[in-house]
């Protein structure tokens, strides 16, 4: 099976743009989730879609939204860029949503820079 | 609390010897998953072990194993015979809804 796939790899954009950034999960799987990664703050969970429906939201701010279609593709975006908002977006998709063991598989990342 | 504490920011290991790395966790569920995660210079997440927490037995994946000890909610990795492209970020994690994970350690392996 392919992996999960992110587009695009590289982002720059200045203050004040939003941004659309894309998740592709692995063939059968329903959930998506969305992790942002500074070096600071380190990983921190965003929010996690299944069905199409956000299950899960991290603590941040109401600029982050994210949505997902019908065949599971995920979308996240961020409007009014800050500078604080760079970082390496992951996303990670699983079977099943919720308390269910099933393991997350990560895409490669999106690395945003805010100029 | 949901808190993964690695208390070891960085730790070196000599080619084809063993490491052991580790992790803490603050949960009040019964029922949880733990995760060891590896994040190479590419910065790919890659899934390395999980546990299961009502599972006694501990988790061996080849020359990876952890040490679960749930009364002590502590989840150790161990990496046996150690090869160079080991060197990468491990990061520890707790499943609930989500991940949540620790602030890593940042493992090199010395030729």
């Known amino acids: 099976k392919a992996g999960v796939t992110q587009t695009p790899r590289y982002l720059i954009k200045t203050r004040g743009q939003q941004v659309t950034l894309s998740c592709s999960p692995i063939?059968?799987?329903?959930?998506v989730s969305w992790y942002q990664q500074t070096p600071g703050q380190g990983l921190q969970f965003l929010f996690e879609?299944?069905?199409?429906?956000?299950?899960n939201k991290g603590n941040f701010p109401g600029r982050f939204s994210g949505r997902q279609f019908s065949n599971s593709r995920s979308e996240m975006n961020v409007s009014t860029l800050e500078l604080g908002d760079s970082a390496l977006y992951l996303c990670?998709?699983?079977?099943?949503?919720?308390?269910?063991?099933?393991?997350?598989?990560f895409g490669p990342g999106t690395r945003l820079t805010v100029t | 609390a949901q808190t993964v504490t690695q208390s070891q920011p960085e730790m070196s290991v000599q080619e084809a010897e063993t490491v052991t790395l580790s992790c803490t966790y603050d949960?009040?569920?019964?029922?949880?998953?733990l995760f060891w995660y590896k994040q190479p210079p590419s910065r790919q997440m890659i899934l390395v072990i999980r546990?299961?927490?009502?599972?006694?037995q501990n988790a061996t994946e080849n020359r990876f194993s952890v040490n679960f000890q749930k009364a002590a909610k502590s989840f150790s990795l161990k990496i046996s015979d150690s090869q160079l492209g080991d060197t990468a970020m491990y990061f520890c994690?707790?499943?609930?809804?989500?991940?949540?994970f620790g602030t890593g350690t940042r493992l090199t392996v010395i030729p």
């Open positions: 994690a707790r499943q609930a809804n989500n991940l949540f």
């Open positions: 063939s059968g799987h329903r959930s």
């Open positions: 546990q299961e927490a009502y599972k006694q």
């Open positions: 990670a998709s699983r079977y099943l949503a919720g308390t269910s063991g099933y393991e997350q598989y």
């Open positions: 879609y299944f069905s199409e429906t956000q299950r």
């Open positions: 949960t009040s569920e019964s029922n949880y998953y």
